[in-house]
């Protein structure tokens, strides 16, 4: 059979080979939203739950793009919401794809556990730093440096959560890719040795390539559970609770502090990269 003529020749032939990070990231976002480069907003707010992109979408009337594709989007008022789904490996990815269009601000709205016993359920954490015990930041940055957002942007969501006259915790996060861990006694006894507000998959990843990348990033984290008692790891049932109280709540100081800097025309990228 004439090579050309073969189908299987298409899965690793192209007319437009991609030879350049730019090329990669440039086909890939399209790839894994289903949106054009030119359509995703300036200010980019980063989920792991569809739940935060339906309630966006719902909330400024726009549909809900790329239900196929691994990451499903939003896009309105200069603002693209993305479901990356779950875990540093993602996380990394949707941070490196983003150099395709290098948004002015990233804002992680996640979910974490609470370790502190003050960290209740619904509680916010507005984490100053992670600690990066994940592993893929590595492959950025030596273990040495350390995993920071932008200070005006973390600035923005303060000031928002204030407003609203809501309150909030400052801390360290601790991102990690262990799973089922809520058993482990010396893992938990670490936690507290590190005197960590709570921990997640995805926070010092988001941190960490966004600094690698040049991308201004913070976080805001919602309490979703206490891990580290047996009556408080997640449940099917109590995520739904968690949902229906808190997750309106999160979403619209999300959406509000990236206003913020939109209305009064800030930047955030104050360091020199």
């Known amino acids: ?154 600035k923005a969501i303060s000031t928002t959560i204030r407003e609203r006259a809501r309150d909030y915790y400052t801390g360290t996060v601790y991102t990690t890719n262990r799973r089922v861990w809520e058993h482990d006694a010396e893992f938990k006894a670490y936690l507290r040795k590190i005197r960590c507000m709570a921990i997640d998959m995805e926070t010092a990843t988001i941190f960490s390539v966004g600094f690698f990348n040049e991308i201004p990033t913070g976080a805001l984290l919602l309490v979703s559970d206490q891990p580290m008692l047996p009556e408080g790891v997640k449940t099917a049932a109590s995520d739904r609770v968690v949902d229906d109280v808190y997750v309106e709540d999160h979403l619209a100081i999300g959406i509000e502090s990236l206003k913020q800097l939109i209305n009064r025309g800030l930047t955030v990228k104050h360091l020199v990269f």
């Open 1 to 154: 059979m004439n090579r050309s003529t073969d189908p299987a020749s298409a899965l690793t032939t192209s007319p437009f080979p991609l030879k350049s990070r730019r090329d990669i990231v440039e086909n890939w976002l399209p790839r894994y939203t289903g949106v054009p480069l030119d359509e995703f907003g300036d200010y980019i707010l980063l989920t792991n739950f569809h739940r935060y992109v339906k309630l966006f979408a719902r909330q400024h009337k726009v549909p809900v793009r790329g239900r196929d594709r691994p990451m499903p989007s939003a896009t309105a008022d200069g603002i693209t919401i993305i479901n990356f789904g779950m875990g540093s490996a993602t996380a990394a990815t949707v941070m490196d794809l983003l150099t395709a269009i290098m948004p002015k601000a990233v804002l992680f709205l996640g979910k974490c556990g609470g370790i502190k016993h003050r960290a209740e359920i619904g509680d916010f954490i507005l984490p100053i730093a992670a600690i990066r015990g994940e592993g893929t930041s590595n492959d950025y940055f030596p273990p040495e440096v350390p995993a920071l957002p932008a200070f005006a942007l973390q």
